[in-house]
């Protein structure tokens, strides 16, 4: 009786967890993988790992952290896995994916002719409001490279705006 009620509130606690962070995540990994399937995919396993793992975080930033961190390391697995086998292009992923605007078609263009590293970062700090120093420290990375790559990536769509 004890372990159904522990598995009970288990389950409880990982929906809380997938309602609050699946948004965010579907966010930056369909904007790395510009792709539904494999950004659920990618979601997916980012959530067995975190019922695999069972990490035990200092706060909630450090949680929120874990799983953007995981997520993009899953979505960079999905890539590397798509470049050595076939895969739909992306003008033949537009038309799988339906109810988005022209607008939205024209940003997600834009979006897959900079390189995944600027767009990692220009979803983070614009899209997710995270900070420069959080950023860095959720990436490992410096905080000055964090600053490049933004402006970087704001400067590539910006040409790709203008074209």
């Given at each position: 009786?004890?372990?159904?009620?522990?598995?009970?509130?288990?389950?409880?606690?990982v929906e809380k967890i997938f309602d609050e962070y699946s948004e965010m995540l579907y966010r930056i990994c369909y904007l790395i993988l510009l792709n539904r399937y494999d950004t659920e995919d990618a979601i997916q396993e980012?959530?067995?790992s975190y019922l695999k793992s069972k990490p035990i975080f200092k706060d909630e930033e450090?949680?929120?952290?874990?799983?953007?961190?995981v997520?993009?390391?899953?979505?960079?697995?999905?890539?590397?896995?798509?470049?050595k086998h076939s895969h739909l292009e992306?003008?033949?992923?537009?038309?799988?994916?339906?109810?988005?605007?022209?607008n939205e078609k024209s940003i997600m263009n834009m979006f897959a002719l900079i390189p995944q590293k600027f767009r990692t970062v220009i979803v983070l700090r614009?899209?997710?409001?995270?900070?420069?120093?959080?950023i860095s420290e959720m990436l490992k990375i410096s905080e000055q490279t964090i600053?490049?790559?933004?402006?970087?990536?704001?400067?590539l769509l910006k040409l790709e705006y203008e074209v």
């Open positions: 009786m004890l372990e159904q009620s522990i598995a009970c509130e288990n389950r409880t606690n980012t959530f067995l450090h949680k929120k952290a874990w799983f953007i961190t997520a993009q390391n899953k979505c960079k697995n999905i890539r590397r896995y798509k470049l992306f003008a033949e992923l537009e038309n799988v994916i339906c109810n988005i605007t022209e614009y899209i997710e409001n995270f900070t420069v120093k959080e600053r490049k790559r933004i402006n970087k990536g704001k400067n």
